[in-house]
């Protein structure tokens, strides 16, 4: 299913560098989210979005940014990465017109690891 | 730094039989749960929801619980298959009105032996 497109998939980058994840959907979905996924902590909220004006914090927000550039897109950074920052990231997607209470869409997920 | 070796729960079941996955929740002003499937290289993929007004729901194959009193969520999976083996989580939406985001459980590890 790529109606949500996280690139790259995989990506190694050095301590200090700045990095950019990407995120487009063609769901029409107006909410977008980022969660990072570590081994035996679940899936954690980094940022999330409702529409192109609006960015919220997650439970986990710092050392990262967002920007909703489009209702299509939503990329992540990593303004100077560590390797704490290694993990699994996901994007994901939810439609607010089917009500309060429904589910998000996930991409397939970006592999990062910060040597 | 690494991250220390967390293990998740697992569960092992033979092909065939029913299997259980449960999930405690924290917040009892959650209203909405839903449970995901994730196979190893993908994304978490919805199996089935349930909102607080029910305490059961059934799909193809499975039926999800919910116990509000005691905060516990379950799946049943039914006649397993291999093509059940993931990681299963269950997540939540903690608060109500427009302030929509889901919050996930650590996940169980579902293995099937054939």
């Known amino acids: 299913d790529a109606d949500v497109t996280q690139t790259p998939r995989n990506r190694i980058t050095k301590t200090g560098k700045r990095i950019m994840l990407e995120c487009s959907q063609t769901k029409g979905h107006d909410r977008m989210y980022w969660y990072r996924q570590d081994p035996g902590l679940g899936l954690r909220l980094i940022y999330y979005?409702?529409?192109?004006?609006?960015?919220n914090k997650g439970e986990i927000s710092d050392g990262y940014s967002v920007s909703r550039q489009a209702q299509a897109k939503f990329s992540l950074s990593l303004e100077s990465a560590i390797p704490n920052q290694t993990a699994l990231y996901f994007c994901?997607?939810?439609?607010?017109?089917?009500?309060?209470?429904?589910?998000?869409?996930f991409g397939q997920g970006t592999r990062l690891t910060v040597v | 730094g690494e991250n220390v070796g967390l293990h998740l729960p697992t569960l092992s079941v033979q092909e065939g039989d029913n299997s259980i996955i449960n999930c405690a929740y924290s917040n009892s002003a959650s209203d909405y749960f839903i449970w995901y499937k994730q196979e190893s290289g993908k994304g978490p993929q919805f199996i089935i929801d349930?909102?607080?007004?029910?305490d059961k729901r059934q799909g193809q194959r499975v039926t999800v619980l919910l116990n509000k009193t005691v905060k516990h969520l379950s799946l049943q999976i039914a006649a397993t298959q291999p093509g059940d083996s993931a990681v299963y989580f269950c997540a939540e939406n903690r608060s109500g009105g427009s302030n929509y985001k889901l919050t996930f459980g650590k996940g169980t590890l579902l293995t099937v032996n054939p």
């Open positions: 979005s409702f529409d192109v004006k609006d960015i």
């Open positions: 994901a997607t939810s439609d607010s017109r089917t009500g309060l209470n429904t589910e998000a869409f």
């Open positions: 349930i909102r607080s007004n029910m």
